[in-house]
C-alpha cells in the first residue's frame, strides 16, 4: 500500500433546505442525537461513520451530498487524482480542529472530496 491510499470513505454530507426537518429525520433513521448540533452544521458519528448536514450547500454550494475519502496526505492524493484527470473543484482549506478538506471533480462531473485530519 502506498502512503498515499486512502483510508476509505468516512464521511458523507448532504446539503439540506431545511436543517431542522433534516435533523429529525436522521435523527430517527441513524437511532441517535447528532454529536455536532449548530446553526451551520449538523453531525452524526454511526459506528466509524460520519453523516454531516448542511444547512444550503455551505459556502462549497453543494447541490447532491459529496462523499469524502479520508487520505492520510491530502495534498499528495490531490496532486495525484488531478495529475490522473480530476480537476480541483475546492482546493485544500482548514475547517477547524486540524481537519483538511478539499473537493475535486471527476471527468464526468461528479464531486469527491477529500479529508484528512491531522
Given at each position: 500500500?502506498?502512503?498515499s491510499a486512502t483510508q476509505g470513505i468516512k464521511t458523507v454530507?448532504?446539503?439540506v433546505s431545511d436543517l431542522a426537518a433534516a435533523k429529525a429525520v436522521?435523527?430517527?433513521l441513524l437511532g441517535?442525537?447528532?454529536q455536532a448540533d449548530s446553526a451551520y452544521y449538523v453531525g452524526?458519528?454511526?459506528a466509524g461513520q460520519h453523516i454531516g448536514l448542511v444547512p444550503r450547500g455551505g459556502?462549497?454550494?453543494m447541490t447532491s451530498p459529496v462523499a469524502y475519502w479520508h487520505v492520510p496526505d491530502i495534498e499528495a492524493k490531490l496532486a495525484e487524482?488531478?495529475?490522473a484527470g480530476a480537476t480541483?473543484?475546492?482546493p485544500v482549506r482548514d475547517v477547524g480542529s486540524g481537519r483538511l478538506v478539499a473537493t475535486v471533480t471527476d471527468p464526468d462531473g461528479n464531486v469527491l472530496g477529500l479529508l484528512q485530519d491531522r
Open positions: 500500500m502506498t502512503s454530507l448532504h446539503p436522521y435523527t430517527a441517535i442525537p447528532p452524526f458519528d454511526v459556502p462549497q454550494n487524482v488531478t495529475a480541483v473543484n475546492e
